[in-house]
T-cell receptor, first 115, second 117 residues
Framework: KAGVTQTPRYLIKTRGQQVTLSCSPI?????VSWYQQTPGQGLQFLFE???????NKGNFPGRFSGRQFSNSRSEMNVSTLELGDSALYLC??????????????FGPGTRLLVL | AQTVTQSQPEMSVQEAETVTLSCTYD???????LFWYKQPPSRQMILVIR??????QNATENRFSVNFQKAAKSFSLKISDSQLGDAAMYFC??????????????FGIGTKLQVIP
């Protein structure tokens, strides 16, 4: 099985712009979670999607949004970019996402730099 | 709210030696799971080991084992016979589900492990 893929791998944007990141989960996985990773904050949970529905959301402003398609692929959008949004954005998929013990499989991440 | 603390920003170990990475957490829940993830320089995060809170027996995966002290809310990772490929960032993570079925997940800030040949 192919692993979790994320596109693009690198992005450079300027303040005020918006950006869309894409994540394709492992085939058959229905749950996709998004994380923001920064050196000072570690990994912070953004949100989780399961069967096209957002099931949970972390403590991020409304500028961060996402969606999931019927094929389980997910996109994350950040509007009105700020310098502090520069980070590595990771997505992770799991088969059911309904149990805490579920193993999450991570993608390689998208490195976003906001200038 | 749950918190996960990794108090060692960086650690180093000689090849073939043993190293222990520490993790403490704070929660009022009784049912949860704890994880250690490894993130090598290539950035692909992978699961190292998992521990169910209701199990008293410490989890073991080959050279990796944990020391889970539920009362002390401590979850340390021991790497035996360290190898060069073990060099990576290691993240401790806490996960649980509330009654509404919503996932709660918290990661520590990470510990960078250097393996010295």
């Amino acid at each position: 099985k192919a692993g979790v893929t994320q596109t693009p791998r690198y992005l450079i944007k300027t303040r005020g712009q918006q950006v869309t990141l894409s994540c394709s989960p492992i085939s058959g996985h229905r749950s996709v979670s998004w994380y923001q990773q920064t050196p000072g904050q570690g990994l912070q949970f953004l949100f989780e999607y399961f069967s096209e529905t957002q099931r949970n959301k972390g403590n991020f402003p409304g500028r961060f949004s996402g969606r999931q398609f019927s094929n389980s692929r997910s996109e994350m959008n950040v509007s009105t970019l700020e310098l502090g949004d520069s980070a590595l954005y990771l997505c992770a998929s799991s088969s059911r996402g309904l149990a805490a013990e579920e193993t999450q499989y991570f993608g390689p991440g998208t490195r976003l730099l906001v200038l | 709210a749950q918190t996960v603390t990794q108090s060692q920003p960086e650690m180093s170990v000689q090849e073939a030696e043993t190293v222990t990475l520490s993790c403490t957490y704070d929660t009022s829940e009784s049912d949860y799971y704890l994880f250690w993830y490894k993130q090598p320089p290539s950035r692909q995060m992978i699961l190292v080991i998992r521990q169910e809170a209701y199990k008293q027996q410490n989890a073991t995966e080959n050279r990796f084992s944990v020391n889970f002290q539920k009362a002390a809310k401590s979850f340390s990772l021991k790497i035996s016979d360290s190898q060069l490929g073990d060099a990576a960032m290691y993240f401790c993570a806490y996960r649980s589900y509330n009654s509404g079925g919503y996932q709660k997940v918290t990661f520590g800030i990470g510990t960078k492990l250097q393996v010295i040949p």
